[in-house]
């Protein structure tokens, strides 16, 4: 059973529209929840993360905005740019090293 | 800055085989990772180890074993390829508790096996 869930698995837009990638997750006892960014041939690298006693949180273009009691979040991407087109994936862990990851969605920024 | 080091890229095996990949971490961090990527199944944790000499397993180690002989270094061996599988695989470590830093991510080395 799959602890983090991703949707969709993938997404177009268009240049300058918000892209929203949405997550769920099944254990109540996550409190850290980052997301990575995954460009072909490369591993993926830490975008932004948020911990569950806050219910949004920014960084530029990129916000995460958190549910607590409905076991969601999403990250919403402003103003997409072309350079954005990439694997997005949301993770989820609590208090010890392992962190659970999504499938991921594949994101394309249609120029 | 840091960098993870994983080798060999690219490795091609034939069923049956035993086939280890290695990486090398000089962030000096404590927790090492390893995962594996399929295509539409996202990052699956097989093995991480939270100092030197320590393994922990993870949701996909069976037909894996694992070593972390160093600080620096920490290895993964496929005990037995299955035929036509085809997969990446990703080291990644972190400082320390992973809920208050990151994980830093090596390129991946794919497998293919005939």
């Known amino acids: 059973q799959q602890q983090v869930r991703q949707s969709p698995q993938s997404l177009t837009v268009w240049e300058g529209e918000t892209a929203i990638l949405n997550c769920s997750y099944e254990n109540s006892a996550f409190d850290y929840f980052p997301w990575y960014q995954q460009f072909p041939g490369e591993g993926p690298a830490l975008l932004i993360s948020i911990l569950s006693v806050s219910n949004k949180k920014e960084d530029g273009r990129f916000t995460i905005f958190f549910n607590k009691r409905e076991k969601k979040l999403s990250l919403h991407i402003a103003d997409s740019q072309p350079g954005d087109s990439a694997t997005y994936f949301c993770a989820a862990n609590y208090g010890n090293e392992k962190i659970t990851f999504g499938a991921g969605t594949k994101l394309t920024i249609k120029p | 800055g840091g960098i993870i080091t994983q080798t060999p890229k690219f490795l091609i095996g034939q069923e049956g085989q035993k086939l280890t990949l290695k990486c090398q971490q000089n962030?000096?961090?404590?927790?090492m990772y390893w995962y594996r990527q399929d295509s539409g199944k996202g990052l699956r944790l097989i093995y991480y180890?939270?100092?030197?000499?320590?393994?922990q397993k993870g949701d996909l180690s069976e037909g894996y074993d694992a070593s972390r002989e160093k600080k620096s270094s920490f290895s993964l061996t496929v005990t037995s390829a299955q035929k036509n599988e085809m997969a990446v695989f990703l080291c990644?470590?972190?400082?320390?508790?992973?809920?208050?830093?990151?994980?830093?991510f090596g390129e991946g080395s794919k497998l293919t096996v005939l």
């Open positions: 962030f000096n961090h404590d927790t």
């Open positions: 180890s939270i100092t030197e000499n320590d393994l």
């Open positions: 990644a470590s972190s400082p320390g508790t992973a809920n208050t830093g990151q994980l830093y």
